[in-house]
């Protein structure tokens, strides 16, 4: 037996206080105020904030077929030492997650290295091409929990909106990769100013905000539910939040690195600072602070993004889109509250209750439960070293940040798989 004693546990919805937590044989067994066994292993979580495991609905393992980038186990290694006990790969490995047998392979691989939980994400179309729709009830039966194709949008709409109607059949929601390939062109950063000082193509806010208001259409004929994915701009989020507010059942995330950084930090062409959508303006930072803090986007992930050198350590032009995330995600969100722009609730809420919500898996803490659980030390201070990530790759911008606050236990379903509390 195990008792998390004397911290802050903070469950959305239905906790919020000094608790402690009993857990035997990997669920919880009580929740209340000073727990005493005699026969139980402490951890002193005195001063620390408990919550249930953190969700992330959005990441690349890059396995099957880049493994030399990032592979299922140390992915999971990197999600353990973010904090995070879920985490929801997206389809793009290669071959492409378009069948069951993929997705069978995946967990079966996940369920080897034995860490935190992975749920894939399959393939909207085959192959990713948008040309013809995957067998839906197949990749369900497998264990897929949505339907995406990202890293490519569905430029058909008729396509488009087929998929969402067959989505719906089986309860799951589309993760859409919003991007209109003719706008975008050869752009490789945001549209503006600092792009026309470097001489770099740029890319235009209505590239990705066309597409988020055509899927908003598709998703109000159809009835069916609609996840945007990686929001970055002010029109996007504007269009998320007129499609809520005329109920339509539209849901949206963001990562840390759009909430964080801006198109600056894309000088002396930096590729670590070269993603997709691009990293834009002040003001589309600003619109999507405001959306996080008013619910107008629910979730908050990392789309991890491994690239080796290889891909990053080339011409700005010719590098590849995408940064990790997992190992820093926690750090960056906690600035928010920081801010004033989210409480502590309002950021499990994004990072854990409501990923949860949209996928259908099971989160919060509760009697019976399994004790999937994260504790962060708000106060811990350190410099980011991305040579001692996890993760196979390093391409982050935010190697040599001082930052305040940190997971420092994760936790799946009693087993500890990140311990920087020492308790053992």
């Excluded at 001063?47 to 299922?72: A, Q, W």
């Excluded at 960056?332 to 499990?348: N, Q, R």
């Amino acid at each position: 037996m195990l008792i998390i004693s004397g911290g802050r546990v903070v469950d959305p919805g239905n906790l919020d206080g000094i608790t402690d937590i009993l857990i035997e044989d990997g669920k919880i067994i009580e929740i209340r105020p000073e727990i005493r066994n005699p026969k139980s292993e402490i951890i002193d979580a005195s001063g620390k904030i408990v919550t249930p495991g953190l969700i992330d609905m959005h990441v690349h393992f890059r396995e099957p077929g880049h493994e030399y980038k990032e592979t299922i186990e140390t992915g999971c290694m990197a999600a353990a030492h973010g904090g995070f006990t879920t985490v929801c790969t997206m389809p793009n490995t290669n071959p492409v997650n378009d069948t069951s047998q993929v997705t069978e392979y995946i967990l079966k691989r996940a369920a080897e290295v034995n860490s935190v939980r992975v749920r894939p994400v399959a393939a909207i179309s085959r192959g990713l091409e948008g040309k013809s729709l995957c067998e839906y009830g197949d990749l369900k039966a497998a264990g897929a929990v949505a339907f995406s194709d990202d890293g490519h949008p569905v430029e058909e709409s008729q396509l488009m909106r087929r998929a969402l109607e067959y989505a719906r059949g089986f309860g799951l929601p589309i993760i859409s990769h919003c991007e209109e390939l003719e706008l975008v062109s050869s752009g490789v950063m945001n549209e503006g100013e600092v792009a026309t000082r470097m001489g770099l193509a740029g890319i235009p806010n209505a590239a990705e905000s066309v597409m988020v208001m055509r899927d908003i259409a598709l998703c109000e004929l159809t009835g069916s539910r609609l996840h945007i994915a990686h929001v970055s701009t002010a029109e996007s989020v504007r269009a998320i939040r007129n499609a809520k507010k005329r109920g339509a059942p539209v849901t949206a995330e963001t990562a840390p690195h759009y909430f964080t950084l801006t198109e600056n930090a894309v000088e002396g062409y930096d590729t670590h600072a070269k993603m997709n959508p691009p990293l834009r303006s002040p003001e589309d930072r600003e619109a999507v602070l405001e959306g996080l803090a008013d619910g107008t986007l629910d979730v908050i992930v990392t789309d991890h993004a491994p690239h080796s050198s290889l891909e990053k350590e080339v011409e700005f032009d010719h590098a590849a889109n995408g940064i990790i995330g997992l190992e820093t995600s926690v750090s960056l969100s906690l600035k928010l509250i920081e801010k004033g722009v989210l409480t502590i609730t309002g950021l499990i809420e994004k990072m854990s209750a409501n990923p949860a919500r949209i996928l259908g898996l099971e989160s919060g803490l509760k009697v019976g439960g399994p004790a999937d659980i994260t504790i962060i030390d708000p106060d811990r201070e350190y410099v980011v070293n991305a040579d001692n990530f996890r993760s196979l790759s390093r391409n982050t911008p935010f190697d040599g940040w001082n930052m305040k606050g940190k997971a420092v236990l994760t936790m799946v379903e009693g087993r500890v798989v990140f311990d920087e509390l020492n308790i053992g």
